[in-house]
């Protein structure tokens, strides 16, 4: 090690610090112990002209360290006093023992083991501050609360790899609030390279401090870069394989409140500026109107050499979930309308394709959720969109704003022109138009047409296919020549699939046109019509219905995909979303998804096709919307109950018990859940499900699942059992069963297929009066459970009316006591059948002239009555079986499909 405070030394020179402490007499900087602080090395690295080097070796013991963590915090106290950077400096975090650096490739995430965090008690506007020097910052954590932890003026080079900025050694959001940026490199710099090819090399930048939300989430700050190039001196701005917005992990979003911004002004040529393998994510964050991006193009001069911007992912995290991009991935703006943009977006070549994905409009901001957005008005900008892929972004790819009538702006979609006479940004290039499409093993084919003169577009044009699902452009399948010969004729193309790709006649292809000045157009789209129907309607309040949509293309061969998003005008609006699918017929599409409303009233149903999530719009590149009207009809009775009144479980496994609303609802309902042992022993055989109260909100239809384990033994036993039983409803009657037996089946002797189904089959009797039938289980419903076996008499065990306490009655006995003296009820003897089927045979009132459902073909021999005498309501003789056959035709009996005779 060596230290001095006298005269610069002619040769490079290397101080290690072994001190947390922020003391600038700590700059002797010798083999002796704490006699080297961060600031004091610093302060004698600019006492000598070679490049130096700063290492750490910060003993464990140092008041500063947490030995269980091996992590030393430097606390920097004075940022007026700290000192700039005046000589070519390398500080490396990586010397400090235990520190290791990122082994995982680039997009990944970012494994790296740092020991060295620099902090700040204050904040400050700039902290490490180079100064017509180079300098090299290498291996630490660092979040100080300040505008620019890394700034600098007239710098002939600044690399910074392998650090964490914004985020501790721990890869966690740090706690202080001051919205914090991490690069203020904007001054008169030659080369700014911010990670690199290398794992090691790659960098977390993570906004830092808190926004302004409640409780405040993670993120803040803001980023800027520039260079000057010379005469014979191109300058350079490389950012590679860096993670932005993200912690470590590549998951966590800690986005900043500003986009990367590139000033791309020059007094000479343009700097070689290249963003390659990066990540960015900008997650939703409170910081106020406007902020949001991952990252800008601010263009000052005539560029006179395209950035690329190549190989990059942004909004998706490395496990695949989108955190999103806030407004745009990339925007560009001019100082004025002379400034001249060149930019190339993607490539055709591996590796250079850029993934958009999840960019996030913000609320009133009609500008934001595309690719890349370029500036409107009279501009001339030649930027090359090519190989991206889209994925499920609120705007389209690439988004030329265009002028509108009233002095405005128009953003999204935007038309062809004849002839492509307009101008503006790119030239406001027309998009192919394609006509006819076909798949032939790993080839397709396609006509096309694009309607630009020679004169309004720089031939030969090169025309890229994509396949399109939910978004725009997905994956790139292949590019075609548009030579001048063709112009504005329609061209065939036969391409190869790429390998790996799927790619149907039901697939919807797009394309972009580029000039060979490297001007983009937008995606292609088509036009498509939208119709909407709703069924049935009415319906009752608190059950769903369907609705349902087709869309048909106006124009090109493809079947319309993307979203449908539908509403219903209700006090408390509805909404469902639908996800286009291919028909058999030609250019058409349909789905369906339900709505389920609690309020009864007349209402408008609107469906809009979200131009902006598929590959089609209106003529001019708008949603389209189709309305209808739906009748709420006032609700039906509440019901809860059972799934069935009897259900197996086999030792060892977990009866998975439903209770249900059939009903739908549109009021808060609810019932008391009990247990009754029965002859399995509880806590033993089984786990005993808690006595609880179920409860259903307004329009909750969903079922509640209660699980209860069985347990395994190796004994040989008989079926044990366990009741369940619902009691007590408020709002709500107990149907369609308020009683459900549990048998445990021995593990050994699995008897549930013995007798084709499971157990014995439960059944709902349904009655009532008059022709209509009733939606669901009223009050005179008679359900019972029947125990059944081949080829033997049904018999009812038990049955109850609706409401009503449970009695028994032998098959055939008279009514039950609460409906003596009233009209009996008329029971055809049935087939059993599953209880998984929930079969409902209906029995009809005995006057036998009443209109009736008509019944499946009867099997033969198959009979409809009971031997037992029947009561008829108007004091007729009893009749048998053989008057009941006479009287009564087959049509007015509900039948089930037996394989036996009854």
């Known amino acids: 090690m060596v230290g001095t405070l006298l005269a610069p030394l002619a040769s490079a020179a290397s101080f290690t610090v072994d001190s947390s402490a922020d003391n600038p007499a700590l700059n002797a900087c010798t083999a002796a112990a704490a006699d080297c602080s961060l600031r004091g090395a610093i302060a004698a690295a600019n006492l000598t002209a070679a490049a130096d080097t700063i290492a750490f070796d910060i003993p464990l013991a140092d008041p500063g360290c947490v030995p269980a963590t091996g992590v030393c915090r430097i606390t920097l106290a004075n940022p007026g006093t700290f000192p700039g950077i005046n000589q070519p400096l390398v500080i490396d975090g990586y010397t400090q023992p235990g520190a290791l650096p990122n082994t995982i490739p680039a997009p990944g995430a970012n494994n790296a083991v740092l020991k060295i965090e620099i902090t700040s008690a204050v904040v400050a506007d700039d902290w490490f501050f180079p100064n017509n020097t180079s300098f090299t910052l290498r291996g630490v954590a660092m979040f100080l609360p300040s505008n620019r932890m890394v700034s600098g003026f007239a710098t002939a080079s600044v690399s910074l790899q392998g650090n964490w900025f914004g985020v501790t050694a721990a890869g966690l959001s740090p706690d202080y609030t001051t919205q914090s940026g991490a690069l203020g490199l904007s001054t008169n710099f030659r080369r700014i390279t911010v990670g690199g090819p290398n794992p090691a090399d790659r960098n977390v930048i993570a906004g830092s401090g808190r926004d302004a939300s409640n409780p405040p989430l993670p993120g803040g700050g803001s980023n800027t870069v520039r260079t000057e190039s010379a005469a014979g001196d191109r300058a350079v701005i490389l950012f590679q394989g860096n993670l932005f917005g993200f912690a470590p992990d590549g998951i966590t979003p800690l986005p900043f409140r500003d986009p990367l911004v590139v000033q791309c002004g020059t007094e000479a040529e343009t700097a070689d500026i290249r963003f390659l393998d990066n990540r960015f994510g900008r997650a939703m964050r409170t910081f106020g109107g406007g902020f949001g991006g991952a990252v800008r193009f601010n263009v000052s001069r005539v560029m006179t050499a395209p950035a690329l911007v190549q190989g990059n992912v942004f909004g998706l995290g490395v496990d695949g979930s989108r955190s999103g991009v806030e407004r745009n991935h990339i925007e560009v703006f001019l100082g004025n309308n002379t400034q001249v943009p060149r930019l190339q977006i ?514 033969a021999g198959t009979r409809c009555g009971n031997s037992r005498a029947i009561s008829h309501p108007a004091g007729r003789a009893s009749r048998t079986a053989s008057s009941c056959r006479r009287r009564m035709s087959p049509a007015r009996c509900i039948w089930a499909t037996p394989s036996s005779r009854r």
């Not at 934001?368 to 389209?396: K, Y």
Request: charged letters at 15%; proline letters at 7%; a negative charge.
């Open 346 to 859: 993607g490539g055709l070549l591996a590796g250079q394709a850029n993934v958009f994905a999840a960019g996030m409009r913000q609320a009133g901001n009609a500008t934001s959720g595309s690719a890349l957005t370029l500036p409107s008005g009279a501009v001339s900008t030649f930027v090359e969109f090519v190989g991206n892929r889209m994925l499920g972004n609120d705007g389209i790819g690439l988004d030329f704003p265009t002028g509108t009538a009233g002095g405005g702006v128009s953003f999204g979609r935007s038309a062809n022109d004849a002839d492509d006479a307009d101008t503006g940004a790119n030239n406001q290039q027309n998009f192919p138009k394609l006509t006819s499409f076909g798949v032939s093993g790993n080839q397709f084919s396609v006509n096309y047409r694009v309607d630009s003169t020679p004169a309004n577009s720089a031939y030969p044009l090169r025309v890229d296919f994509y396949k399109a699902l939910g978004d725009e452009g997905e994956v790139l399948l292949g590019s075609d020549v548009y030579a001048s010969a063709s112009a504005q004729q329609s061209k065939s193309a036969t391409l190869s699939i790429p390998a790996g790709i799927s790619l149907g006649a039901d697939d919807v292809v797009v394309a972009i046109a580029t000039d060979a000045q490297g001007r983009s157009s937008e995606f292609s789209f088509d036009p498509l019509s939208l119709s909407l129907s709703d069924t049935p309607d009415p319906h009752p309040a608190g059950l769903p219905f369907t609705v349902s949509v087709d869309a048909l293309a106006l124009e090109g061969p493809f079947k319309p995909n993307g979203v449908v998003e539908v509403s219903m005008n209700s006090s408390t609006p509805l909404t469902c979303t639908i996800a286009l699918a291919p028909t058999a017929s030609a250019n058409r599409s349909n789905g369906s998804c339900t709505l389920l409303p609690t309020q009864a009233g007349n209402f408008t149903l609107t469906a809009s096709y979200r131009t902006l999530l598929g590959a089609f719009g209106s003529a001019g590149g708008g949603d389209v919307v189709a309305t209808t009207s739906h009748q709420v009809s006032v609700a039906g009775p509440e019901q809860l109950g059972f799934a069935r009144c009897r259900q197996n479980v086999l030792e060892g496994e977990t009866a998975h018990v439903r209770v249900e609303r059939p009903s739908g609802g549109v009021a808060s309902v609810s019932v008391e859940f009990s247990h009754v042992a029965g002859t399995a022993t509880p806590g033993d055989d089984y786990t005993v499900p808690a006595n609880q109260l179920l409860s259903w909100a307004p329009g909750d239809s969903v079922a509640k699942l209660i699980q209860i384990p069985s347990a395994a033994d190796a004994q040989i036993e008989p079926t044990e059992r366990f009741r369940l039983t619902l009691t007590n409803p408020s709002g709500a009657a107990l149907l369609p069963f308020a009683q459900l037996d549990v048998d445990i089946l021995d593990g050994l002797d699995d008897a549930r297929f013995r007798n084709g189904f499971e157990g014995p089959a439960c059944f709902a009797l349904r009655w009532w009066r008059g022709g209509g039938q009733p939606a669901g289980f009223g009050a005179g419903d008679w359900v019972g459970c029947m125990d059944a076996a081949p080829r033997a008499r049904p018999k009812l065990t038990r049955n109850f009316w609706a409401g009503g306490p449970a009695i028994s009655a032998p098959q055939g006995a008279r009514d039950p006591p609460e409906r003596r003296n009233r009209r009996s009820v008329f029971a055809c003897r049935l087939q059993a059948t599953p209880l998984s089927s929930r079969a409902h045979f209906r029995a009809r009132d005995p006057s036998w002239t009443r209109a009736s459902t008509p019944r499946p073909s009867r099997p």
